[in-house]
């Protein structure tokens, strides 16, 4: 997507070359946020009266330098009780580049202590909707980047302020149009107010017609008025799929509990924790990260593609939020383990095929050069320390993770307890509550149950419908030699390995269907090291010689989880009868029209299938699924969160008369 194009006037303050006008006040940007955002909007009075718990939710056009983000967290410290928490969504056609923005906020020294984080975590701009996550989760920036009039609708939350800022509509008449200010009124919650810096008629008559009541106000500085309102009534508007609508069921006991201590289990953990939630966390293992997680080092890999699908818009944005979430526990760091290291990596153009994909994704124009650069073979053997006969993508803030110890710091949390040594047998619903039996014969109950068992996730009698596959996968770990010492990124090909540590290097993987076998064996030793040899023989020559006896390598056997669509499974689990008994005309008609949904038993949600790439795709799903269990703001647009739901394999299936 096209960054913003910026040029800096006399007074070091920035101009948008697009819109050819200043991006704040040039007498004082932070003073002309206040007065016609803040109090306009009555914001410390609001954030004051929250009671524990709540939040509240700042919309905005227009994210621009980040000022108004920043100035809304400033105050939110101030004003807001502790227990309580922001979301401010902020859309954007045209993002700074880092180096801009941090030169943007260099301005205003008094607001550093909250523009260096933002700096920090400034995520590389793609189109699409990206998560940042701040002070332990009580600040959540959630920016849409592309054109309002598209990024808007696709938004679900109800909105209670809206920052009407973004260049003037002399400057940006695509902007503020009819569309807009329908969408406003159909994200906003019952008594949302809106401001904004400009009294343009178009803006005041575009307001009211979609149902908000305006009024003048004193404008800032030499701005005569501006214009603030209020929208009387919330306005229906989830248009969704009558199948993916929920109603919004309010858990108040904020408990939950979540069988499975994998990444996914873990992070969805976290993001409840971190909403505020009591969460325990249950694994038939003593100890987290056992299963698919607990390799020794998992790389941080995106398959991309040139073209802009729900799957390459998923996984780049889930790329970009596991970036940041490292980042983040990175500096929480409690003890010395690796979480992670950021070597870069490179995936090899090993084919002809693959050539042809990547320069696709080159010439796509989609991701910009902070996230991924094409290179040749001479770039990237400089970059990997030993000899590559590829050209290929290298992706410099990538590298590889421990995932044990991910999942370790994950569940670092006080509002969270692990306790291992539990299976799950059963669930079943009764009195408004979830009610888990375990082979030791004790019962857990809880309100809201996440089913994060990876491959094993449909072996409860509510999952059994789910299309889950199971594919064994071996890493081959090999002792590192002097020459080995000298591999600098993780280099993926037909298979990937990491730069060593702990004196070895992983080797992965092998693809097993219909092989549930978990011995390590010597024949898949042979499949990993074949591949390394055929397709970098510049690093099989440093890593292995004459005298290596494959039979005597260590490894580790674990089973991916799949999905028909190769997207992962994320949201609410529905009863299987109840669904398709209510939506059976869906077999003779897929246009038929339901006016209700169906009453279903609440509080059952799954996070599974995150295939070979849970490390991009866990975490983002976590935050998807504390989104739908605390009414937040979800962090995806809504097609993605379709595409992920649980029930669309039914609704499939019911289309097409095969259940
Ligand atoms: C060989 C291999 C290599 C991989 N390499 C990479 C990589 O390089 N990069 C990457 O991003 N991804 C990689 N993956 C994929 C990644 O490991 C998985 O997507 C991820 O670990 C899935 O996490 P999960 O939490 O869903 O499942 P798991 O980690 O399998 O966790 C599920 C947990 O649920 C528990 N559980 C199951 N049933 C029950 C029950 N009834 N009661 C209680 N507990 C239960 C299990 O004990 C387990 O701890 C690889 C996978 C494999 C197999």
Known sequence: MKTA???????????SDHYDDIYFSTESGPDETRHTFINQNFLPERFAALEPGQHFVVGETGFGTGLNFLCTWQYFDQYAPADTRLHFISTEKYPLTTADLTQALALWPELSAYSQQLVNHYPAMTAGQHRLVFDNGRIVLTLLCGDVLKTLPELETSVDVWFLDGFAPAKNPDMWQPELFQSLANKSSCG??????TAARLVRDGLENAGFMIEKAPGFGRKRDMIRGRLPEAVPSDDSPIWFQQSKTVHNKKNALIIGAGMAGAATARSLAECGWQVRVIDSHDKPASEASGNPQGMLYTRLSGNSTVLTRFITEGYLYTLSLLNRLEGQKTSDDTLWQQTGLIQ???SAGEQQRQQRILESGQYPEALLQGLDAEALSSLAGLPLNASGLYFPDAGWVHPPSLCKRLLEHPNIEFTGNLQVTSVMHEGNQWHVQTTSGTTLS?????IACGHLSSKLAQTRYLPLKSIRGQITQLPATKSSQK??????????IAPTWNNSHTLGATFNFDDDSTECRKQDHDTNLENLKTYTPGISDALIDSALDSAQLKGRVSFRCTTPDYLPVVG????ADIFKTYFAPLRKNAKHRFTDTPEQPAGLYITTGHGSRGLVTAPLAAEILAAYICNDPSPVPRDQRHALHPSRFMVRDLVRNKV
């Open 487 to 496: 591999l600098q990124t993780v280099v993926c090909s037909e298979g990937y």
């Open 572 to 575: 609410p689990v529905v009863d």
């Open 446 to 450: 809880s309100e809201v149950i996440v």
């Open 5 to 15: 194009s910026i040029r800096w006037n006399e007074r070091g303050q920035p101009v």
């Open 192 to 197: 949302a107010t809106c401001a904004t810096f």
């Open 348 to 350: 090899l153009g090993f």
